[in-house]
């Protein structure tokens, strides 16, 4: 009993983060990550109120961000398992560093774009490369918690950040934001430095053939893999809903709930405190339970969040839509995360999470380029109601697709 005891200790959130190593890790992605946001906001508030662009060239700027990294990373995975990770996370974050910086002297939105799609490009490097790190710093066993804990922190930043770079933006302009994302990744740079990384890699062909075999023994290993499978097409589905949602919430705030920026503001930082609160329970719930069997009450509660959005149309019905939708989504993506972590063989960990962040990425734009046209088309309300279906009718396939699951991931 008291072995027991101990190793779910061991195994709980404040032990993994006592580890200096995850905790320089963790410390290292809430800097950039902080510093991207802030980085995004600056540069949405410096196409719309400096250079007067329109819906059109926000989505182009964001697009430029996203969908770089969706086509890439399943390529630089496969570079990533081949180099030592901590070069590659080093240098990827000294590179990003010179690309913020130099949106600075950005002029006109193409430029911005171009800047964007840098950074995104070598960030498809840099994910599958901290996912390598994460897992030779952290115990198998621990990576439950240490998912969470860097969810939590994904999402801490959502919140803090729209609060921080508008301060910024009224005080300095918005060049300030891209001085501070720059020099987040140079500090993020000089921490990940300081991890011991140590990892022997055996030699390989670098030949054209040799890396394509390396790209589908990663893919098959990946869609030959059942639960892998379910836990990628699931997380895919919950970002493409919250995606398609983000921007018709203020469309929403404004129609339905003839709100202002206060009702706004309310209803869509309710996601990440959904976000954070889901990540501790969805950890303490995995530890008990197989991955897909948390996984599915999160589809079902994705739908549950949306079809709250479009039953009540009060601010206080919709805070508590954003709420579910953010605590159901969290309720996918940590134990996914965490069963394609343990269910990988090291040596092929990069290509495996690089095609994960991929399918994020990609999830995220489809989410954005269809958004527009099915509320156009069904009406916000509708829309909702729409998806809260999908997701019923598509999680109780999943429910029947996977079997019960009683034992943990």
Known sequence: MAEAQAAVQSTAPRAVFSQRPFRTLWVAQFISIFGDFLALFGVISLITFRLHGGARDVTTAVVAATLPLALIAPFAGVFADRWPAKRVLVASDLLRAALATSLVFARDVQQIAFVLAGISIVSSFFAPAQSIALRRLVAKEQ?????????????????LSPAVAG?????????????????SFVFSAVLLGSLALSRTLAPKETTLRSLANDFAEGNRFIFTHRGLTFAFCAIGVAMLVLSSFSPLISIYVRDQLHGGPLAYGLVSSMVGVGLIVGSALAARAARRRAAPSVIVPGLFGVGAGAALLGAIP????????????????????VPGQTLSQTETPHELMGRVSSTFMSLFSLSQ?????????????????????????????????????????????
């Open 365 to 409: 734009v489809l989410g954005l380029l269809m958004s527009g046209a099915l509320a156009e088309r069904l009406g916000v309300r509708n829309l909702f109601f729409a998806a809260a279906g999908a997701m019923a009718v598509l999680a109780t396939g999943a429910r029947l697709w996977m079997g019960p699951h009683k034992t943990p991931c």
């Open 143 to 159: 990576l439950l918690s240490a998912n969470a804990l860097l969810a939590q922190a994904f999402f801490a930043v959502r919140i």
């Open 167 to 183: 301060g910024l933006v009224s005080w300095l302009g918005e060049r300030a934001c891209f001085w501070v994302d720059g020099a």
């Open 314 to 333: 009060h601010p206080i019905g919709a805070a508590a839509g954003t709420f579910t939708l953010g605590l159901s989504i969290a309720f996918v993506m």
